[in-house]
């Protein structure tokens, strides 16, 4: 398999970092109980607030690695 077939480790850092920082943001969303986040078991459980802003800054920590130069 070839790198170029996948791309770099950077790139796959800055899309796991932007997917991850997505999720994230949904899932304060949904524990903050806003009215257009989708309605799940999550909705107005504040510990999905605190799982979420750690998914966001896990999230900045890959895109940030992506996008520094070596």
Sequence with gaps: MSRAM???VR???KAFGIILG???VIWILQGLDVAFAPQSFMTGNPVWVVLGAVAVLAGGGFLWRGVRRK
Aim: proline share 0%; no cysteine; net charge negative.
């Design 6 to 8: 996948f791309g770099s």
């Design 22 to 24: 997505l999720v994230g």
């Design 11 to 13: 790139d796959l850092s």
